[in-house]
Structure formats: structure tokens, C-alpha cells
């Protein structure tokens, strides 16, 4: 490691500070404004990943980080560049994951000129980060990279830009790495209350039918192991949010599925019928509340979130708790006693027998759901990753995840594209886990590309695409509320995704019948390969249960069919 009294431009002193903060991998594509990283970037030995577009640099970048719980780092040269980074930096804002996203830009003294390639890109992305910087002095670099990595990685946390001008990259420095982080303003709270900690505990014992509310927070915390030890004792049903699974294992017996709009009923109607809502790393979003004014009626609510301007924000609240939820279920388990809500629990299983999640078979035609039942039954332990839609909802109902940071998948911004990208950032983090990439055939072309990025460097994640030749959540939409106007959902049968994988060097897979679905994916899981399977499913599916936009959570839709 170089010494303080020696002097290196901005570039190698960038190198430098990712070594500090412990980076391996980078997802990056060059141009002219990074040359100058680029060339300290072969110089060095960090693992460099070329993808064929930028928006998957941030994407695989978010993937990496939701995978391995670290901060992932993604970088772009100015101008277009940067601004197709945008789409993954939202995605990572919405879901409150690390990441540092590095910007090439064009020279300090060019700037504002509207120079070739130059785009304000701290000024764009000032809505989804949690803070950027525009370095014009190289000695700033190291005490920018140290606060951007501390900031993104503390607190809620989430993606933060930093913008090198050219000339910065190229400025000679002493170079001097900080040991600490001073920001005035910037003091996350980590341990809660105690008395409100004390008032959460006589609410819980007091309760009849209380509701665990488990959201990403859980995952983000690590605190996994202290949700499932508070929820054994209060001896609660839990239910999570999209993010959230994996967070509580779903063969838990008082584990009640996802929640919201595509939930299960019995989550559903537990938490309307719960005379209290224990919501942990949560922030109650919209496809979860459904109809505010109708959501839980008769509940009393604790929320326990590290962003206070989550709290109250959506749902008025009870009981706030603001800090880290690794350390306040730990001083809530400490201090409430154990409970027994015998009852509400037989209740509850009385709607899990009565409305289980089912799809009718078809001898004839694969049906989705159980593609996804196959995959979990040859690999119950993978790491799934989603694209956005149909194919999202039915991963998150049939796969059955046991631990925290398997299921991977854009919540809050719904990412069409994310997943394959994603799940390249997850292999790469992840090398000892069989990765799979669940897509619908809409989604996967949006990235497709990065087929090339999976066959040159080798990193053989299974790409599971759900073909039924539609865009096809907003062909649900257009059949249940738009008199089944079809209006440019329908994709037809214009792409053969078996030569298109073949065509990279990948290899290409295809099911039509349901008796070829476990043979493709067992010959997938043998290869070692980068593969693309072809799952030749049911074109008109719905995915069951739904509740409509802007109805209360226990109005539901049966679509099965």
C-alpha cells in the first residue's frame, strides 16, 4: 500500500481508497472522462466487470450488495454515461441499498459550458441518493470516498454519487487516507428508545391478535436471527413485506406469507382483523396498505424504522421506535414477556387451510407457478433473483426461502430489466450459490445484452424465462379493468431465446410441456454455464390472489384459473 508522503494523481489515489475500503469487484464501462481511472483500473488488481450497458453496472452493483450484505460499486464515464446509471441508482434509493456510484466529468474548467459529453449529473441525481459530490480538488478525493462509503453503508442506507471531473483524476497528490468520518448533521440513531421499547411491550401484552410486520429493514440490519427469536416468544404471526422475505423462514409455522396487494388472503385478513401491528423495518407502502383509510381498522400500531421520516409518514402511529432493528428487537425480546396468543394463531391457520395459495394444472401447457415450484424442488437453497412483473409475484409465492438475502428483486422502483443484471452482481458476490434469474420474457430483453458479460467472464447464472409472450402484469390489468384491450401488452412469439443465448456462447434451453420443465433445469444446474431456459408457459395466467388498486387489503380478487 503506497505510503502518505508519496504522490499519485486522483486516479491512483481513487484506487487507493477503494482498496481501504475493502473492494474487490467493480461493474463499470469506460469512457473518455475515466480514462485516466481506467488505466489505474489495469494497473491494479481489482476485479473490473465490463458490462454492455451502464444501467446494468449499477444494477449488478445493487445485486452484489443485496447478496453480500456489502456496499457495491459501479462506475461510468460523463454524459450518457452517468445518466444511464440513473435507473439503478433509483432502484437502490427505493430499497435502501449500498452502493458508491462513480461519474466521470468532463474538466473542472468545462464545466457548464455544455461541453461534449457533459451532463449535470449531481444535479440529476440529487432526488435519489442519499448525498452526492462534485470532487474539484483532488486532495478532497480520500475524505470524499471515506464519508461516501460511510454514508451509504450507516443509517438507512443507500446509494451515493461521487462526480470526478477529468482534470481531478489527473492532479497530482500526497496521498492521506482518513481514519474516521466527522459529519456535522449526520448521526444516525441506532439504539432506540427505552421507554418507548418499554411502552412497545405492554402494548404487546396487552394485545389479543397481534400482527410482526417484517420489512427490507430486517434484511438490511442483519437482524434476521432477532426477529425469528422475538417472534418465538410473543409466539406471533409474521408477515412480510416483498423486500422482506427471507427475512422470517417461510416453513415457519407462524410465518403467514407475503402481505398487500398480491399477499396471501390469510396475511391479508390477519392484519385487518389484528388489534396490533408490530411493523419492523417496514414503511408501509401503498401496495401494502392498499386503501389507507380501510387498513387495519382496529389496530394499534408499533414502528420501529432508523429513518424517523418513515415514521407516521404514510399510517399514523402508536408507538415509534427510531434506531437499528437488530438492536431494538433485541431489547424488546429482553423486556417483553412471553405471550400467548394460542387462539389468534388456530384462527389464523383456519384461513390457511381455507385459502391457500393453488393454481388449477394443466397436463398440457406448463402453468408458471410451477415452473418456480420445480426450480425450488431441485434447489431449495439458490439464490433467486426477479425481473419485474407476473413472474416477480409468482417467485415470491412458490419459492419456499429459508434465509435472509436469497430472494433479490426491485421493490420500491419495479425495475423492468434489473434482474439479470442483478444476478450477475449476486453470482459474483455469491460464487458458492446457484443463482437463478427468474424473468418474464418482456423483462430479460431489456438486458438481455449482458449475455455477453456472463459468457466472457464465466459467471454461470441460470436465466429462467417465463415466455408467455406478453407483457404480462399489464396485460392483468388490462383484462380485469380495461375491458381486455390489449392495447401493445402483446410481444408475439418474435424471439427464439434458445438461439439468442447461443448466439453469445451461452447455453440455450427450451420447456413446452410440463414433463420437460425439471429435465431442462437439471441439465441447466449440470452444465456450469451461463443458460437461458425457455419456459414455454400458459399465455393468459393471472397471478391470484390480487387486490385492486386502491381497495382495502382484504377486498380480493380470485383470478385462478
Avoid at 395 to 424: C, D, H, N, V, W
Wanted: proline fraction near 5%.
Amino acid at each position: 500500500m503506497k505510503e502518505s508522503t508519496e504522490k499519485m494523481t486522483g486516479a491512483r489515489a481513487l484506487i487507493e481508497c477503494l482498496y481501504k475500503e475493502n473492494v474487490d469487484t467493480i461493474f463499470g464501462y469506460p469512457g473518455g472522462a475515466v480514462l485516466p481511472l481506467y488505466d489505474e483500473i489495469y494497473k491494479s488488481d481489482l476485479n473490473h466487470i465490463l458490462t454492455r450497458h451502464e444501467q446494468s453496472a449499477a444494477h449488478a452493483a445493487d445485486g452484489y450488495a443485496r447478496a453480500t450484505g456489502k456496499t457495491g460499486v459501479c462506475v461510468a464515464t460523463s454524459g450518457p454515461g452517468a445518466t444511464n446509471l440513473v435507473t439503478g441508482i433509483a432502484t437502490a434509493y427505493m430499497d435502501s441499498i449500498p452502493m458508491v456510484a462513480i461519474t466521470g466529468q468532463v474538466p473542472t474548467f468545462m464545466i457548464g459550458n455544455d461541453a461534449f459529453q457533459e451532463a449535470n449529473i449531481t444535479g440529476i441525481t440529487l432526488p435519489i441518493t442519499k448525498h452526492n459530490y462534485l470532487v474539484q480538488d483532488a486532495n478532497d478525493l480520500p475524505r470524499v470516498i471515506k464519508e461516501a462509503f460511510h454514508i451509504a453503508s450507516t443509517g438507512r442506507k443507500g446509494p451515493v454519487l461521487i462526480d470526478i471531473p477529468k482534470d481531478v483524476t489527473a492532479q497530482e497528490i500526497y496521498f492521506h487516507y482518513p481514519d474516521k468520518v466527522e459529519l456535522r448533521g449526520y448521526k444516525p440513531t441506532y439504539k432506540g428508545n427505552l421507554q418507548q421499547v418499554k411502552k412497545a411491550s405492554e402494548y404487546i401484552e396487552r394485545s389479543k391478535k397481534p400482527v410482526i410486520y417484517a420489512g427490507g429493514g430486517i434484511i438490511n440490519s442483519n437482524a434476521s436471527d432477532e426477529l425469528k427469536e422475538f417472534a418465538e416468544k410473543i409466539n406471533a404471526p409474521v408477515t412480510t413485506t416483498l423486500t422482506g422475505i427471507g427475512s422470517f423462514p417461510d416453513d415457519h409455522p407462524q410465518y403467514i406469507g407475503m402481505l398487500g396487494m398480491h399477499g396471501t388472503k390469510y396475511a391479508n385478513y390477519a392484519i385487518q382483523e389484528s388489534d396490533l401491528i408490530i411493523a419492523v423495518g417496514a414503511r408501509f407502502d401503498d401496495r401494502v396498505t392498499g386503501k389507507i383509510a380501510a387498513f387495519a381498522p382496529n389496530a394499534d400500531i408499533i414502528h420501529i424504522d432508523i429513518d424517523p421520516a418513515e415514521i407516521s409518514k404514510n399510517i399514523k402511529v402508536s408507538v415509534p421506535i427510531v434506531g437499528d432493528a437488530k438492536w431494538i428487537l433485541k431489547s424488546l425480546t429482553k423486556q417483553v414477556s412471553t405471550c400467548d396468543f394460542g387462539p389468534w394463531l388456530q384462527k389464523i391457520n383456519q384461513w390457511k387451510k381455507q385459502y391457500p395459495l393453488k393454481y388449477f394444472e394443466n397436463e398440457d401447457v406448463i402453468k408458471p407457478q410451477y415452473v418456480i415450484e420445480q426450480i425450488n424442488e431441485a434447489c431449495d437453497d439458490a439464490i433467486i433473483v426477479t425481473e419485474v412483473g407476473q413472474h416477480q409475484m409468482w417467485a415470491s409465492q412458490y419459492f419456499k426461502f429459508k434465509e435472509p438475502r436469497t430472494f433479490i428483486t426491485s421493490g420500491g422502483l419495479g425495475t423492468m430489466g434489473y434482474g439479470f443484471p442483478a444476478a450477475l452482481g449476486a453470482k459474483i458476490g455469491k460464487p458458492e450459490k446457484v443463482v437463478f434469474d427468474i424473468a418474464g420474457d418482456g423483462s430479460f430483453q431489456m438486458n438481455s445484452q449482458e449475455l455477453a458479460t456472463a459468457v466472457q467472464h464465466n459467471i454461470p447464472v441460470i436465466i429462467a424465462v417465463i415466455n408467455n409472450c406478453y407483457l404480462g402484469m399489464v396485460r392483468q390489468w388490462q383484462e380485469l379493468f380495461f375491458e381486455q384491450r390489449y392495447s401493445c401488452t402483446c410481444l408475439e412469439e418474435s424471439v427464439d431465446f434458445v438461439k439468442l443465448a447461443e448466439a453469445y456462447g451461452a447455453l440455450g434451453l427450451r420447456a413446452e410441456k410440463p414433463d420437460e420443465v425439471r429435465p431442462v433445469i437439471d441439465k441447466a444446474l449440470e452444465s456450469g454455464r451461463p443458460t437461458v431456459i425457455d419456459f414455454i408457459v400458459e399465455k393468459s395466467e393471472n397471478v391470484s390472489p390480487m387486490v385492486p388498486a386502491s381497495a382495502a387489503i382484504n377486498e380480493i380478487l380470485d383470478l385462478e384459473r
